[in-house]
């Protein structure tokens, strides 16, 4: 890998060896105490023995130390106003199964998906990442809404989004928000446009321009405007 990302273990550690705010160290009784499980476990999470927390641990360990959640997947730290994870879990895979696949195809179904999982598994060399039918439906459908970090993970790579589409509330929104611009994109046709323009080396301005206007037009040509509003020439 060109650039090395740090395992939850190593943000785990770090995180643990950082003084608290009254100066003394974190402890492991400490830390399970305040999240809800054995010290012991939190230790094998610190040393990597562990490496599988669910989702809801993964939450509660950054609110007690004060991280965003993405913080353990590769994000930054703040906890800044309206990105903490408030959608569940279950629609935003939803969201993902309905809007992301191959242009002019049908979503992907739980055998095209849980191929994925198992071939990005294969080529990062990590062991066998895999998921059954089973699992991916009580996922969807809500029955379990607290996902392993090896499956959120590894869902997030199924579907070409970054881990924090599950554990940030704003980025989330803005993926599902170009996501259903794409389709629309798609739905119109304009996917040919735009390759055509590409093949005859028209600028990005002179097509977004083009655009505009053809919108334009068929907005004032569905509300039946001959252009003489109050707001153009003539206008009274």
Avoid at 152 to 171: Q, S
Wanted: proline fraction near 7%; include cysteine; aromatic fraction near 6%.
């Amino acid at each position: 890998m060109a650039e090395h990302e740090r395992t939850f273990a190593e943000v785990l550690e770090e995180l643990c060896r950082s003084p608290r705010p009254d100066g003394r160290p974190h402890t492991n009784v400490e830390i399970a105490a305040a999240v809800g499980v054995g010290h012991s476990y939190i230790g094998q999470l610190r040393s990597g023995k562990k490496v599988n927390p669910s989702l809801t641990l993964v939450l509660a360990l950054a609110e007690h130390f004060g991280v965003h959640p993405r913080h353990f997947v590769g994000g930054d730290r703040e906890r800044t106003p309206g990105s903490l994870p408030v959608t569940p879990f279950a629609e935003r895979l939803t969201q993902l199964c309905e809007l992301v696949h191959p242009l002019g195809k049908p979503p992907l179904g739980p055998t095209e998906i849980i191929g994925r999982i198992r071939e990005h598994g294969e080529r990062i060399d990590c062991g066998p990442w895999t998921m059954s039918p089973h699992t991916l439906a009580d996922y969807r459908s809500g029955a379990n809404a607290d996902p392993s970090l090896i499956h959120l993970l590894a869902l997030a790579k199924a579907f070409g989004t970054r881990p924090a589409y599950f554990l940030d509330e704003e980025y989330a929104g803005n993926v599902v928000k170009e996501l259903k611009e794409l389709a629309l994109v798609a739905s119109l046709g304009l996917h040919t446009v735009v390759l055509r323009a590409s093949e005859q080396d028209i600028s990005r301005e002179t097509l977004m321009t083009a655009l505009a206007n053809a919108f334009d037009y068929t907005d004032r040509e569905t509300r039946g405007d001959d252009g003489a509003g109050p707001d153009r020439d003539g206008g009274r």
